[in-house]
């Protein structure tokens, strides 16, 4: 143990003890003789998971877990970690002697071996006020849990004592079932094998956590399965933010393209529902940004959104297709519920939007079409923007033959 502990602080400038609730704790290194300069007992230097570079968490608690499942080796993996100029590449060694009687720790070293980079947009550390929250499970080889350690009440919100001799499943959110039985029956099939799976664990008030859970099947090594996870609710969060962000329209909130073509995409698919597609194509709406301006021509095409948005069926979607145009995709209609959605559309934009002490009454050339066995999402579209150019040419020839009807009267 001697010739170990000394490679663990040989040219390190930190070193950090961590008991099994990660809490920072101090212990004698057993008279080992400590570099200059290195600081043996650093408290609260490293906090857990917030300390490494959000690229190397991952890496960093598998590390980690490795440890756990193997006492008194000593491991090593380079992550990058904050400090006041940044993140810096950093060797991390690991020695599990969580089990001795005269140190009861998990020892952690930490060596330069690079400069300062700048750090991401999140936060260091010294900004940062909620700890993460990490468990560790050991598992039976039937997903008993025989031992856990860590945040336990954060994470599932219960003590140990109510976590201990259930199955590991019983806290897997109902919807991350099939996912996490696939993970568990692959990791059976190849024992000392590692995987890792984003899912929900449910609390007994019915709240739920995001966590990412790293496995690992050591029923040969130690006769247990060992489980790492840490709360990653609010990196999820971030995700489904951006994934938001990226689907829709910012003027109007609505899908935007892209979503429009993902969302008829996934009920062509379905073969147990038909399809069609409106094109919304507003008439005349150039008038509104020359007479009063883009600002209000912006907010003219958001009481459209709303409109189009209140006045279609439920589970029908409405999405911007780009300028002043827009689509509705709807499910399960015949002929005559495609042209009731046509008809309420129509009436929903029918009253006038006030505009700077005028008024502006939008009209739209509304193209229909359903969708025909082998259709893909290229050939409905077409057909429904081909729809709404015949109802705009048959609307200009109804102009023209009205102004001719007038003309002919005035002489």
Same mark, same amino acid.
């Given at each position: 143990m001697r010739t170990q502990l000394e490679q663990l602080v040989e040219g390190a400038e930190l070193v950090v003890a961590r008991d099994r609730t990660a809490r920072a704790i101090a212990v004698p290194l057993l008279g080992v003789a400590v570099p200059a300069g290195v600081d043996p007992i650093h408290l609260g230097a490293i906090a857990g998971l917030a300390e490494w570079a959000p690229s190397?968490?991952?890496?960093?608690?598998?590390?980690?877990?490795?440890a756990l499942s193997r006492p008194g080796e000593l491991l090593d993996a380079q992550i990058g970690m904050y400090g006041p100029g940044g993140i810096r590449p950093c060797e991390v060694r690991f020695l599990n002697l969580l089990d001795d009687p005269d140190v009861g720790a998990m020892l952690i070293a930490v060596t330069p071996v690079g400069p300062f980079e700048p750090a991401p947009a999140e936060p260091p550390p010294a900004e940062r006020h909620v700890a993460p929250t990490w468990i560790m499970q050991r598992l039976d080889e039937g997903g008993r849990v025989l031992g856990t350690e860590g945040m336990v009440h954060e994470l599932l919100g219960r003590p140990p004592g109510e976590v201990v001799d259930r199955l590991v499943i019983d806290f897997v959110h109902p919807d991350d079932l099939g996912a996490a039985a696939d993970l568990w029956n692959t990791l059976a099939t190849e024992p000392?094998? #590692?995987?890792?799976?984003?899912?929900?664990?449910?609390? =007994?008030?019915?709240?739920?956590?995001?966590?990412?859970? #790293?496995?690992?099947?050591?029923?040969?090594?130690?006769?247990?399965?060992?489980?790492?996870?840490?709360?990653?609710?609010?990196?999820?969060?971030?995700?489904?933010?951006?994934e938001a962000a990226a689907a829709t329209d910012p003027l109007t909130g609505l899908p935007n393209r892209r979503e429009v073509v993902a969302e008829l995409e996934r009920r062509l698919d379905d073969l147990d529902d038909t399809a069609a597609v409106l094109f919304v194509d507003l008439d005349g709406f150039k008038v509104v940004n020359d007479l009063w301006g883009h600002r209000t021509g912006d907010w003219a095409l958001q009481v459209v959104a709303d409109r189009l948005r209140e006045s279609v069926r439920p589970g029908d979607v409405v999405g911007r297709w780009g300028g002043d145009e827009?689509?509705?995709?709807?499910?399960?209609?015949?002929?005559?519920?495609?042209?009731?959605?046509?008809?309420?559309?129509?009436?929903?934009?029918?009253?006038?939007? =006030?505009?700077?002490?005028?008024?502006?009454? =939008?009209?739209?050339?509304?193209?229909?079409?359903?969708?025909?066995?082998?259709?893909?999402?290229?050939?409905?579209?077409?057909?429904?923007?081909?729809a709404m150019y015949e109802v705009k040419r048959s609307g200009q020839r109804r102009r023209a033959d009205d102004l001719t009807r007038w003309s002919h009267r005035e002489s």
């Open positions: 190397d968490r991952r890496l960093a608690a598998r590390t980690w877990g490795e000392g094998s #590692t995987r890792s799976l984003v899912h929900r664990v449910v609390h =007994p008030d019915g709240g739920w956590r995001w966590v990412e859970s #790293t496995v690992m099947h050591r029923i040969e090594q130690t006769g247990e399965i060992l489980v790492i996870a840490h709360d990653v609710t609010e990196r999820i969060r971030r995700e489904q933010e951006l827009f689509v509705v995709v709807c499910r399960g209609v015949d002929e005559v519920a495609l042209d009731g959605v046509v008809q309420r559309i129509r009436g929903a934009l029918a009253p006038a939007i =006030p505009l700077q002490g005028s008024a502006w009454r =939008p009209h739209a050339a509304i193209g229909a079409a359903r969708s025909l066995p082998g259709d893909d999402v290229e050939a409905l579209l077409h057909r429904a923007d081909e």
